[in-house]
């Protein structure tokens, strides 16, 4: 979608059960192997009591929103925030909406709010970007 296509109020969601092995690969690439995620026994003497997936992974469902649903195709990502406020562990089930916010025309950017909940509804993530859509609509 183009900026003229958007409007304040459109949303996208999206939704995906993590799980560990998710996690054991997000740590692959990241290069994150924190004990928090990746061992079983670590966590026990957390505050968290058991793995917790890594809050840039959960976060990662904004960019699949941006790429490929809104403004979807030809998006270019310039900043998000994330503030993370509960932990997501393995087998939780959480959505992820974006809402447009504001519409910057002369600059050709949306800024979006970002929340991401778990199947209890409970928000483990809150944020906002600021995403450049295409000039032109692509086509998949």
């Known amino acids: 979608m183009t900026i003229q296509q958007i409007k304040v ?12 092995e998710d996690v ?6 990241s290069t994150d192997y924190n004990p928090a995620h990746v061992d079983k026994e670590y966590p026990k003497q ?3 009591k058991k793995q ?15 790429g490929v649903q809104l403004p979807g195709l030809g998006s270019i990502y310039t900043k998000q925030s ?4 509960r932990p ?14 504001e519409i910057i025309v002369d600059r ?8 991401a ?9 809150v944020g906002e970007s600021e995403i450049m859509p295409p000039r032109e609509t692509k086509n998949a």
């Open 82 to 85: 994330l503030k993370f406020t």
């Open 117 to 125: 909940k778990n199947q209890n509804g409970e928000v483990v993530i």
């Open 52 to 66: 917790i997936v890594h809050g840039m992974l959960v976060g990662s469902l904004f960019s699949a929103i941006f």
């Open 88 to 101: 997501v562990y393995f087998g939780d089930e959480i959505e992820a909406t974006c809402s447009v916010k």
């Open 9 to 20: 109020g459109d949303f996208a969601s999206t939704k995906k059960v993590f799980l560990e």
């Open 108 to 115: 050709n950017r949306v800024i979006f709010d970002c929340v």
């Open 24 to 29: 054991l690969k997000f740590a692959e690439v």
């Open 46 to 48: 957390t505050m968290f």
